[in-house]
């Protein structure tokens, strides 16, 4: 599997949007472990169950976006942070960018692009989600605390979100 983690480091340098699935032999092989590009890992023993769910979903995703201040592609948002007046945008694979606009305004206009609140401060992108473990979303590299108020609606969604995806849920 080092060889697949190198080619995808060097196809990253040539060009960031470039994202890929893995295809892998190794059980104990995790999703972080990957890269930030990586969106889907794949068990060689299950590849013909779950490769076509997880490009059906991949294609959902590319048509479900919103271009933020007409310039960030929402796909590419792994979760939003409230500053005082600013938003940050925190990407796959360029650098945070705040932007002026309101929690309130974000969360309604990315509502549909998958987004949830996870706390008062926080968006995050369920595309991206690795895991849920108590009150901690786990995205690659990342972990952000769930609000014990929002909890129990954070966990629902998601589920309700990989089951429209067809994707396995994570959630412990």
Known sequence: MAYGIELNRKLQEINERIFLIFITGYDELEMQELGTNAIGLIRKEKIGINLENMLEKRIRMLNQFVMIDYQ?????????????????????????????????????????????????????????????????????????????????????????????????????
């Open 72 to 172: 960030y592609d929402s796909r590419e948002i792994i979760f939003i942070k409230s500053e005082h007046i600013y938003n940050c945008l925190y990407f796959v694979n360029r650098p945070k960018v705040l932007v002026r606009q309101s929690s309130e305004s974000l969360e309604r206009e990315l509502n549909n692009a998958g987004f949830i609140r996870v706390s008062r401060s926080t968006l995050v992108n369920m595309n991206y989600i690795v895991k849920i473990v108590n009150d901690i979303i786990h995205l690659q590299n990342i972990k952000i605390h769930i609000s014990i108020r929002l909890k129990s609606h954070v966990k629902k969604r998601y589920e309700r979100f990989c089951d429209i995806n067809r994707q396995r849920c994570n959630i412990t």
